[in-house]
């Protein structure tokens, strides 16, 4: 594998520089303490795994408590969040990484066990919702969540982080707004494409102006997305493509592709039958980084996603739950020895919090593979 190219440093196109190629993508670990703040299982596995990263993102800070998605996630609420959003940023940063912080908001995915609050959502009629306790978003409601979104950002600014990534993908609120098929509105915040995209639009903005009123151009900001939705009637790479050329008007640094194969090609719609990340990367046009994810576990992985050429930065997400080394190992040469599946009699080997081995050994499609037991290449 050609290492020089992944450890190569990135321009960003506010000036900032990534020290290399490599991202961490953003993971839900479950370790924060139930309250959001950090807690020594978390600083263990951040403190493990920035080391020769150029962009590391991490994962679902919630906005607003009615947004929760999971247990134990971090939260960039209000003041109380500070001490362990200061520690997160300062702990990635000192391993020599950009620390972007993800802000995000579940909408109906969010779950009332966990916030006592009624998930929000952009419809209540959307087919995905039936028989489920939602609420509707008033016109005035989707305008405070767009102040949270602003105010997530000041609060990622005052604690040191580099940037913030605005969570846009896996079908949580911003998706759902955007998506015909869970947007059922005919106001301001739907009814066409256009209107539909205007909540993500919004919110970019909103981040942006924060970033003006502090005066740190340097600050980073990127979106995410999920390219395609896998059931009748969601986003096609039509619609993707048309937020893409909305985006990239926007004074962004990356935009970051979530999918789980980082060669999947488009299934429907503007491009059909082409690679989706390169369909984005020739929307792009150089305007800012894309950021490419998708099952990248080894070095011949990462060595083939380089050669197409069709993301700045390759991301990784299960492989660095695998191997707290990551960013050693290729460096070194040395990527012959990444693990690629869970040993599950060998937790030392991972440095995982507990909550998450757990998940792990429930053998959840998200998480790494277990060791012997292969899974069923999945349509997404």
């Not at 993971?27 to 959001?36: A, H, K, Q, R, V």
């Not at 060998?346 to 050994?361: A, I, Q, R, T, V």
């Amino acid at each position: 594998m050609e290492t020089s190219k992944l450890f190569e440093k990135v321009v960003l196109n506010n000036k900032v520089e990534a020290p290399s190629r490599l991202a961490i993508a953003p993971l839900t670990l479950f370790s924060s303490n139930p309250d959001g703040t950090i807690n020594d299982e978390e600083r263990e596995y951040l403190k493990l795994r920035g080391t020769n990263v150029g962009i590391y993102v991490l994962g679902a800070a919630v906005v607003s408590k009615e947004g929760i998605t999971a247990v134990n996630l971090p939260r960039v609420i209000d003041e109380k969040d500070i001490p362990s959003l200061e520690e997160r940023a300062k702990i990635i940063k000192s391993q020599g990484a950009l620390a972007i912080n993800q802000i995000h908001h579940g909408g109906g995915l969010a779950i009332k066990d966990i916030s006592g609050l009624t998930p929000v959502v952009p419809s209540a009629n959307a087919p995905n919702l039936k028989g489920k306790e939602v609420h509707e978003l008033t016109d005035e409601e989707i305008k405070k969540i767009i102040d949270k979104f602003a105010y997530a950002t000041e609060l990622s600014i005052k604690t040191g982080y580099d940037g913030v990534e605005i969570h846009g993908a896996n079908n949580f609120l911003i998706q759902q707004f955007y998506s015909p098929y869970t947007n059922r509105r005919n106001d301001e915040w739907g009814g066409s494409d256009e209107k539909r995209m205007n909540f993500a639009l919004k919110i970019v903005d909103a981040v942006c102006k924060v970033r003006e009123k502090f005066n740190c151009p340097k600050f980073i900001i990127g979106y995410r997305l999920s390219p395609e939705e896998p059931y009748e009637g969601g986003i096609t790479m039509t619609e993707t493509l048309k937020l893409i050329r909305a985006l990239v008007k926007k004074p962004l640094q990356y935009i970051h592709i979530s999918q789980k194969d980082y060669f999947k090609k488009a299934r429907n719609g503007e491009g059909a039958g082409t690679e989706r990340l390169k369909l984005i990367h020739d929307e792009i046009k150089g305007k800012m980084a894309l950021i490419g994810v998708g099952g990248l576990k080894s070095e011949k992985d990462m060595d083939s996603a380089l050669k197409t050429g069709f993301s700045e930065f390759i991301a990784v997400g299960v492989a660095s739950m695998l191997n707290k080394d990551f960013g050693i190992l290729l460096k070194e040469g040395k990527g012959d020895k990444l693990n690629l599946e869970l040993d599950t009699e060998h937790p030392e080997k991972y440095s995982l919090p507990k909550h998450l081995w757990e998940m792990c050994l429930e053998d959840v499609d998200w998480l790494p593979p277990l060791k012997g037991k292969p899974r069923k290449k999945e349509e997404h």
